[in-house]
Nanobody, 120 residues
Framework: QVQLVESGGGLVQPGGSLRLACAAS????????MGWYRQAPGKQRELVAI???????NSAEAVKGRLTISRDNAKNTVYLKMNSLKPEDTAVYYC??????????????WGQGTQVTVSS
């Protein structure tokens, strides 16, 4: 069992930055592939970025170069650094943990989400 708690969301102006954090507890954090997903009003939840236990990353084309995922296994925490934010980045951002991989998983855990609003 893994518990995930997101933090760091809020209101930011277009072009601004935020850093989301997701603290994990309850299991061996380093074996999980961690991910950030988002869901905008009226839209389906979509992948933002994932990072394997070994540090390999993949991200959606819409966020490449602006949103960067990283992890600190010593702190059981995954981050999403968000730069050059756009209004279309407005969504609830969810942290996810999967094992053994993001596409073929036996275990799947979600956080409760944190709201990010990009508006002037």
């Amino acid at each position: 069992q893994v518990q995930l708690v997101e933090s760091g969301g809020g209101l930011v102006q277009p072009g601004g930055s935020l850093r989301l954090a997701c603290a994990a507890s309850g299991s061996i954090f380093s074996i999980y592939t961690m991910g950030w997903y988002r869901q905008a009003p009226g839209k389906q939840r979509e992948l933002v970025a994932i990072i394997t236990g070994g540090g390999n990353t993949n991200s959606a084309e819409a966020v490449k170069g602006r949103l960067t995922i990283s992890r600190d296994n010593a702190k059981n925490t995954v981050y999403l650094k968000m730069n050059s934010l756009k209004p279309e980045d407005t969504a609830v951002y969810y942290c996810n943990a999967r094992w053994p991989s993001s596409n073929d998983y036996e275990y799947d855990y979600w956080g409760q989400g944190t709201q990010v609003t990009v508006s002037s």
